[in-house]
């Protein structure tokens, strides 16, 4: 088993993609496996430029709303995207900061004999081994630490901190044999986005700007070991507080982490991490050993992904972001922030089906917070109730539309879509309690900001105006483009999915709703449809316009196949049909150029039943968009190597993969829909169904050979095989027989077969 679970190199991560990921959820350490002098990438969670936003200064909305729509309905969309821009914020989102690195000298000048490093993904450890020398690094949630235990190298020397901040004070000072270093500083008060040429870039102020410490301690633990422990600590007090900057009591916090670790032995503190993690990772496995090399690769990918949400997010930090907890620069990428017109989404795609959906909870209360927000901005910018989030956000819970090209700062979906993570999780399993105090608000908020969005169009249907398909433009001209329009394919199938979730969660907990649940209603009733273009394949937009980039990495328009359930064969099969013509259009022009476009690419296949494309998502995103320790990579040529570490891929590929085998969306529990041919023998265990079941299965030759289905929700069970299945027996935990009985609903060439299920109950079924 631990064989399956190691990603092992030759030789030292020369880049910071390369490196390894270690972290809790909020202290994340990457780690370089350097010889004899380490380097630690230190960061935590709640260390950004910035503070809570000032008040909205952007235009009035009732001044240029009016104006908008009207040039919309006459197709001027170049004076469209002109008024746009009027209805744009002054600021950006503010970015997530590195804290600096560690150099740690633990052994002298040796020769690199048997040189290993070692990532083991079932352990959360990364090992470092040559000659004698072995370091072993965790970070612990339990004891929040970095620890690293250095044995062969017979080295004691002090800790050294490098940082990018100006502000940065460092102490070191010895202690009854025990080196300590304390680095104290401040993050930047404000941070343009990499992509803005302006200047001044990064300011600090002597006020202003997160106060955040390190701590480190190095000691000789015994004959045969020195050791590293490492802790951080900030001065973040909420998203809508200033931070703190008392340097000397956010260090104190750092240092007494540390000192309590100081005082137990390494063994206990690995003991204490591996409990705690392996409660997470060991609810979920895929096993493809019986498959061969080539499936390998893929399996490792899946245990990876599972990994790295495990290690960036935790009940009680904060979301993941774009590079997860992970990052060096002070001016990362997208500003390493949440972008939510799919990276923020993607990483939580896998949270419910693998097992982890505790680990959903920095997702939820993000939302909630951007719901409180966003309430302002929806007033200020469009004359709306509820509340509106823009496309991208960050630790102060930003929400507006920032100054820039409208194809991705004029799209106001974003909590319409983050609202579907809350239904995922009712439907997966999740209380009363949720549905009433969590979801329910946030459905609330969504639902008000979209009925005061939709418009009659020139047939009288409700479309949403202004609309746009993330980052995407249409041609007006040969020479001419533009994004802003009204009814996008994605804005429709989210004002679709809200207004009906709303009603629907309404009407059972909160009664005294009725008159916006019958409004809802109505506007369901009038809302328009998703058009098909005369070549058969889904719109993107309104109606038939040609694309600025007929390749372009996002698939928005494909949102109700996936991560939407409206599309399905059975139910929507002219729809069904347009997807897969869509997705092949995009595809034969290049789309799935970065990581996390070729993972959205992997579900859609499942969810097409697509095997082949499948394994083709799945060979790309490890051969071509993978780094060497199968980071997902996002090919940017202005960045130094040429790409730039985004999580989203890792995370969604992971979705992907388990969609191939399970699928619960259309009211049956779909067994190996679209197993891609080099996984011919395998299984999998802990996958997580909707209705609370839970389901391990095992295959040989492409063929289903067992399924054992743990009951959740009480009633009939309906499980969808494929139609060569050979005929199942199905016994409960006591070795009863259980008759079945063959139902309708199913496609061609699969075949559906129900039960009466006992919550709780293990149905195993074997061919």
Same mark, same amino acid.
């Not at 009591?249 to 392996?278: F, N, P």
């Not at 992904?305 to 009940?315: F, Q, T």
């Given at each position: 088993m631990d064989e399956r679970h190691r990603i092992r190199l030759a030789a030292p991560a020369a880049a910071f993609h390369d490196a390894f990921l270690l972290g809790n959820g909020s202290l994340g350490a990457t780690v370089y496996g350097r010889a004899g002098v380490e380097r630690v990438d230190l960061n935590l969670d709640t260390v950004w430029s910035g503070g809570p936003g000032s008040p909205e200064s952007g235009p009035p909305a009732g001044e240029l709303l009016p104006e908008?729509?009207?040039?919309?309905?006459?197709?001027?969309?170049?004076?469209?995207?002109?008024?746009?821009?009027?209805?744009?914020?002054?600021?950006?989102?503010?970015?997530?900061?590195?804290?600096?690195?560690?150099?740690?000298?633990?052994?002298?000048?040796?020769?690199?004999?048997?040189?290993?490093?070692?990532?083991?993904?079932?352990?959360?450890?990364?090992?470092?081994?040559?000659?004698?020398?072995?370091?072993?690094?965790?970070?612990?949630?339990?004891?929040?630490?970095?620890?690293?235990?250095?044995?062969?190298?017979?080295?004691?020397?002090?800790?050294?901190?490098?940082?990018?901040?100006?502000?940065?004070?460092?102490?070191?000072?010895?202690?009854?044999?025990?080196?300590?270093?304390?680095?104290?500083?401040?993050?930047?008060?404000?941070?343009?986005?990499?992509?803005?040429?302006?200047?001044?870039?990064?300011?600090?102020?002597?006020?202003?700007?997160?106060?955040?410490?390190?701590?480190?301690?190095?000691?000789?633990?015994?004959?045969?070991?020195?050791? &590293?422990? $490492?802790?951080?600590?900030?001065?973040? !007090? /909420? *998203?809508?507080? =200033?931070?703190?900057? %008392?340097?000397?009591?956010?260090?104190?916090?750092?240092?007494?982490?540390?000192?309590?670790?100081?005082?137990?032995?390494?063994?206990? &503190?690995? $003991?204490?991490?591996?409990?705690?993690? !392996? /409660? *997470?990772?060991? =609810?979920?496995?895929? %096993?493809?050993?019986?498959?061969?090399?080539?499936?390998?690769?893929?399996?490792?990918?899946?245990?990876?992904?599972?990994?790295?949400?495990?290690?960036?997010?935790?009940?009680?930090?904060?979301?993941?972001?774009?590079?997860?907890?992970?990052?060096?620069?002070?001016?990362?990428?997208?500003?390493?922030?949440?972008?939510?017109?799919?990276?923020?989404?993607?990483?939580?795609?896998?949270?419910?089906?693998?097992?982890?959906?505790?680990?959903?909870?920095?997702?939820?209360?993000?939302?909630?917070?951007?719901?409180?927000?966003?309430?302002?901005?929806?007033?200020?910018?469009?004359?709306?109730?509820?509340?509106?989030?823009?496309?991208?956000?960050?630790?102060?819970?930003?929400?507006?539309?920032?100054?820039?090209?409208?194809?991705?700062?004029?799209?106001?979906?974003?909590?319409?879509?983050?609202?579907?993570?809350?239904?995922?999780?009712?439907?997966?399993?999740?209380?009363?309690?949720?549905?009433?105090?969590?979801?329910?608000?946030?459905?609330?908020?969504?639902?008000?900001?979209?009925?005061?969005?939709?418009?009659?169009?020139?047939?009288?249907?409700?479309?949403?105006?202004?609309?746009?398909?993330?980052?995407?433009?249409?041609?007006?001209?040969?020479?001419?483009?533009?994004?802003?329009?009204?009814?996008?394919?994605?804005?429709?199938?989210?004002?679709?999915?809200?207004?009906?979730?709303?009603?629907?969660?309404?009407?059972?907990?909160?009664?005294?709703?009725?008159d916006q649940v019958e409004r809802a209603r109505t506007a369901l009733a009038d809302l328009r449809d998703v058009a098909v273009g005369t070549g058969g394949e889904l719109l993107e937009w309104y109606d038939e316009r040609p694309p600025r980039e007929p390749g372009h990495r996002h698939l928005s328009h494909l949102y109700g196949l996936y991560p939407g359930t409206r599309i399905t064969e059975a139910a929507t099969p002219d729809h069904f049909a347009a997807a897969r013509r869509a997705l092949r259009h995009r595809l034969e022009h290049g789309s799935g150029y970065t990581g996390w476009s070729q993972a959205w690419t992997l579900c859609l296949a499942a969810r097409l039943r697509d095997a082949e494309l499948a394994e083709r998502a799945i060979s790309i995103l490890l051969n071509e968009l993978s780094s060497e320790s199968l980071l997902d990579l996002h090919p940017h040529g202005d960045w130094p190597g040429g790409n730039i570490f985004q999580i989203d891929g890792n995370l969604g590929g992971v979705a992907g993969m388990t969609e191939l085998l399970v699928q619960s969306h259309e009211g049956a529990i779909s067994l190996l829909k679209a197993l891609p041919p080099s996984w011919h023998t395998g299984s999998a265990r802990g996958i997580r169904c909707r209705g609370g079941h839970q389901v391990e299965l095992a295959w040989r030759a492409g063929t289903l050979a067992r399924a054992d289905v743990t009951a959740g929700r009480p009633g009939r069970m309906v499980v969808e095989i494929p139609g060569d299945t050979p005929p199942l027996n199905v016994v409960d935990e006591n070795g009863t027989h259980v008759p079945l009985a063959e139902v309708g609903g199913a496609i061609p060439g699969r075949l559906r077969l129900a039960w009466n299920g006992l919550p709780g109950r293990r149905y195993t079924a074997r061919t």
């Open positions: 908008l729509r009207q040039a919309i309905r006459e197709r001027d969309h170049l004076r469209a995207d002109q008024l746009a821009r009027s209805l744009q914020g002054p600021g950006y989102t503010q970015s997530y900061q590195p804290l600096g690195w560690l150099e740690w000298s633990y052994a002298a000048d040796r020769p690199l004999d048997g040189y290993l490093r070692e990532l083991d993904l079932a352990e959360a450890v990364t090992t470092t081994t040559y000659g004698p020398v072995r370091v072993e690094s965790f970070v612990s949630a339990p004891d929040g630490v970095l620890v690293m235990s250095a044995t062969g190298g017979d080295e004691v020397a002090a800790p050294a901190f490098r940082s990018e901040h100006p502000t940065m004070e460092i102490e070191q000072r010895e202690e009854k044999g025990v080196h300590w270093l304390v680095a104290t500083g401040r993050a930047p008060a404000h941070v343009l986005p990499n992509y803005v040429d302006a200047e001044p870039a990064v300011v600090y102020a002597t006020e202003e700007g997160m106060g955040f410490a390190v701590a480190v301690a190095v000691h000789r633990t015994g004959p045969g070991e020195v050791r &590293l422990i $490492a802790a951080a600590a900030s001065g973040f !007090r /909420g *998203y809508d507080q =200033r931070p703190s900057t %008392d340097r000397r009591s956010i260090a104190a916090e750092a240092e007494q982490r540390v000192a309590r670790a100081l005082s137990i032995e390494t063994s206990k &503190l690995r $003991a204490r991490h591996r409990e705690d993690y !392996r /409660g *997470y990772f060991d =609810r979920a496995d895929l %096993d493809l050993s019986g498959s061969g090399s080539e499936a390998a690769g893929a399996e490792l990918f899946f245990h990876l992904g599972r990994y790295l949400l495990i290690s960036s997010s935790r009940p009680g930090t904060q979301a993941a972001n774009l590079q997860g907890i992970w990052n060096v620069d002070v001016r990362p990428g997208w500003s390493c922030n949440y972008t939510t017109n799919i990276n923020l989404q993607m990483n939580y795609w896998a949270a419910e089906s693998t097992g982890l959906p505790e680990l959903h909870e920095p997702l939820f209360r993000m939302t909630r917070e951007l719901a409180r927000s966003g309430e302002q901005t929806a007033r200020r910018y469009y004359a709306a109730r509820g509340s509106v989030v823009h496309h991208n956000t960050d630790l102060w819970r930003f929400s507006t539309p920032v100054s820039g090209d409208p194809q991705w700062a004029n799209w106001p979906s974003g909590l319409l879509w983050l609202s579907a993570h809350f239904w995922d999780h009712l439907d997966y399993g999740a209380d009363d309690e949720f549905a009433a105090e969590t979801a329910l608000p946030v459905f609330r908020a969504a639902a008000r900001f979209a009925l005061d969005m939709l418009v009659p169009d020139g047939r009288g249907e409700l479309v949403m105006s202004p609309s746009t398909s993330p980052e995407h433009h249409f041609l007006v001209s040969a020479s001419a483009h533009a994004a802003v329009s009204e009814g996008t394919a994605m804005d429709q199938e989210l004002v679709r999915e809200v207004l009906a979730r709303y009603v629907s969660l309404a009407r059972r907990y909160s009664p005294e709703e009725e």
